[in-house]
């Protein structure tokens, strides 16, 4: 038997480098069986149905290995909004990470499942009185300050004799990310206390004021699916400006640093990644640099990774219902869409996805893979090649499909979530079963 291995991926490649977007352990067999962690995503399909999530278990713990290698000095926190289960809150909790949280429902199901609270921090522009008792409840490690009103609230809500940990999020003035409204370090948006207009330092002053709660660091998210190293080194250095003010001004040091996330992934062939190795180094050195110029000893370094943990993982794998030509394009439809992907739609994220489960020897032809639901919008991947012979029936595979997809998912159309499949080893197992039309129906409760 032949065995064609594709190109192995090991986490994160250089920028300019030609990326794999399967995981490491994908392997084609004959008749375009593609095996993930050792099973065939044919035989997932088959049987737990499709649309189906296949998470590669491996590839989730040594991306986490390789944050922990690349930051063996940093404390590196799995951003849980790119995707949760309980099953994932355990391989990050055994990989040594911790957890960024931004709801009450994120940080319950991973301490009722285990996690330890003190390792993980809350975040949120708005959180909401239930997110702020269930924090305090848990005993959460750190809780992100990111308005001027949350600094009473949260500490008039912790008992009296006790102390919570706090940071406070600064947006520093830096527009980076793949798209607008995933761009989050600039100063006119919704999230944090800006530095330019002093918010950042006068919100320093009032949380010191605070005898309840403890001021561990600043935080900054400068945005998403960032491919480059320097918008992260202005922050730094912007941030550890700030911390030399709150020296001078207080006579306070603070201790950690939290860089936020951010770390782009390729999701076609070729396209630009983040450098890790890279960006551990050059950050850790203006970090140095930066402290050594302001006379402050070098804080902890936190960093929140969310998408370059698990998106890579990840694969949707979807079974064509319908192919239809018009003079312009070919459409081929797919029984999952905007309601398990809204990324396309959101951000005008363009995917590969390929056939699987057959070989064909067609010629590859340009098609525009949709979705079922009912908006012309509802597109996964605009003008790619598939071969000609395509037919319903088939299975197609779309890769880089671990972050974002299910934890953004909804049930449009009351077409129910798909079901997450984790492979490891030659074995898979269900984590997250498929949502019923009795699940959506239970919800229901009037007449
Ligand atoms: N830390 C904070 C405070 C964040 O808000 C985020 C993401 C992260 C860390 C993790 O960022 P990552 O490493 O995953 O890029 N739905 C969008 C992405 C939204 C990101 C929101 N915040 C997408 O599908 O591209």
Known sequence: MTVTALPPFTAPRPADGPASVWPASTVERPHGRLEVGGVALDEIAEGHGTPVYVLDEDEVRARCRAYRDAFPEADVHYAAKAFLCRALAHWVDEEGLGLDVCSAGELELAVTTGFPAERILLHGNAKSPDDLRTALRLGVGRIVIDSPAEIARIAAAVGPGDE?????????????????????????????????????????????????????????????????????????????????????????????????????????????????????????????????????????????????????????????????????RV???????????????????????????????????????????????????????????????????????????????????????????????????LLVRRETLEDLRARDVGL
Do not use: W
């Open 164 to 328: 919570q940990k706090v940071m406070l999020r600064v947006t520093p003035g830096i527009s980076a990310g793949g798209h607008a409204k995933i761009r989050t370090g600039s100063d006119d948006q919704k999230f944090g206390l800006s530095l330019r207009d002093g918010h950042a330092q006068h919100a320093v002053a009032r949380v010191l004021g605070q005898p309840r709660l403890r001021l561990t660091g600043l935080h900054c998210h400068l945005g998403s699916q960032i491919t480059d190293v320097k918008p992260y080194l202005v922050a730094v250095r912007r941030l550890v400006g700030l911390m030399a003010r709150t020296r001078d001004a207080h006579g306070v040091v603070l201790p950690e640093l939290d860089l936020g996330g951010g770390h782009g992934i390729p999701y076609r062939p070729g396209d630009p990644a983040l450098d890790l190795p890279a960006l551990a180094r050059r950050v850790r050195a203006e970090l140095v640099e930066s402290c050594a110029h302001a006379g402050l000893p070098v804080p902890r370094l936190i960093v929140e990774p969310g998408r370059a943990i698990t998106g890579p993982a990840g694969i949707a794998v979807y079974r064509v219902l319908a192919v239809k030509t018009t003079p312009e």
């Open 331 to 429: 459409f081929v439809a797919v029984d999952g869409g905007m309601s398990d992907n809204p990324r396309p739609a959101l951000y005008g994220v363009r995917y590969a996805p390929r056939l699987i489960g057959r070989r064909s020897g067609a010629a590859p032809m340009r098609a525009t893979v949709v979705g079922r639901h009912c908006e012309a919008g509802d597109v996964l991947a605009e003008d790619v090649p598939l071969p000609a012979d395509v037919h319903p029936g088939d299975l197609l595979a779309l890769p880089a499909a671990g972050a974002y997809h299910l934890s953004m998912a909804s049930s449009y159309n009351l077409v129910g979530r798909p079901p997450v499949v984790a492979v490891s080893g030659g074995n898979s197992r």
